[in-house]
């Protein structure tokens, strides 16, 4: 919570000396299904004649937790509990009309830290693993990404009229590292601790988002934004082997695709507090879907979400 309000102070503190100049301004909280509240904050500083540059800075976070059985095992538990923070910083753009339109290019980074924790336990009541009936298997794996990205920007203001405002943004994304640190055990099957340390380039990753606004001419107005990503990720990871009659840790090669995609729709409030932001309230769903480029089999995740918070898009 201490976290929270500080962010929360510095959004109301910024966002009320460059709101009556910007377009571009958001600070909401998503709440998910168990009551948990992540801030997401979007700040920027224009500059230059007429304002035709600008910084960003940007900061959300999100967690996922889930609990299942294991495949084929009728008693088991398996917990996946995961949660990323992500700092945007947009160093500079450059916006300017362009054939009727507002469009903007510049050069931003994304630094992002995801931390995965699966655990949970293994009943081989059928005898799988040559134990016997009764032989209980516990695992513990924790996997840290430190990811960063290095992009280009670029976004289009798309008028309809005097009621429909729109903006189309991609970012394309040449150049990514991720360091991963990885710490796995299957006690009593394996008494050792599988790790494994890397920093690994990827290859091309990108983004769209898209987000309109139409103004009904009442004290409420409709809002909308849906978001596409793309990101490949490959890296080495300590994976359970075996090693004649027994099982050992064996370092292979992680080959995914993590696609991220959500839709959000909300009512935006035409009531003006610091310095021009407007309340809005919204309900989205985000999802998760990790791509194996090696089996060609894929996990997704679904999490519905609430909105609330102040912005100033257009």
């Keep these: 919570m201490r976290q929270i309000r500080y962010i929360l102070l510095v959004a109301i503190t910024l966002a009320s000396l460059h709101a009556d100049t910007s377009s571009r301004t958001s600070f909401t909280f998503s709440s998910d299904e168990d009551g948990n ?61 362009l054939f009727g339109f507002d469009v903007s290019v510049g050069a931003q980074s994304v630094f992002s830290h995801i931390d995965n924790n699966e655990f949970g336990y293994i009943h081989d009541s059928a005898n799988l693993f040559g134990n016997g009936s009764d032989y209980y298997i516990s695992f513990d794996n924790e996997i840290a990404l430190d990811i960063q990205q290095h992009a ?46 890397s920093k690994t380039t990827q290859e091309l990753a990108y983004n769209f988002l898209y987000e309109l606004r139409l103004r009904t001419g009442t004290f409420v107005d409709f809002g909308a934004l849906a978001s596409y990503s793309n990101q490949p990720l490959k890296y080495d990871l300590a994976q359970l082997a075996t090693s004649g009659s027994s099982y050992v840790f064996d370092t292979n090669t ?15 409030f035409n009531i003006k507090i610091m310095g021009g932001l407007n309340p809005s309230i919204g309900y989205g769903v985000k999802s998760l879907d990790m791509r194996n480029n090696v089996t060609h089999k894929s996990i997704s995740s679904e999490k519905k979400f609430f909105a609330f918070g102040f912005e100033k898009r257009f």
Excluded at 254 to 268: A, C, R
């Design 37 to 97: 509240l992540y801030p997401t904050l979007f700040i920027p500083v224009y500059y230059g004649d007429n304002n035709q540059f600008f910084s960003r800075i940007g900061y959300t976070s999100f967690s996922y937790k889930d609990i299942s059985s294991v495949n084929s095992f009728d008693d088991s538990k398996d917990a996946l509990v995961s949660s990323s923070k992500e700092l945007l910083v947009n160093y500079i753009s450059y916006k300017t009309a």
């Design 254 to 268: 992680v080959d995914t695709i993590e696609v991220k995609s959500s839709y959000l729709v909300k009512l935006i």
């Design 152 to 197: 280009l920007r670029g976004d289009i203001f798309l008028p309809f009229g005097d009621y429909l405002n729109s903006r189309l943004s991609t970012s394309i994304s040449p150049f990514t590292i991720i360091g991963v640190k990885q710490s796995t055990i299957f006690k009593p099957l394996v008494s050792e601790t599988g790790t494994s340390s």
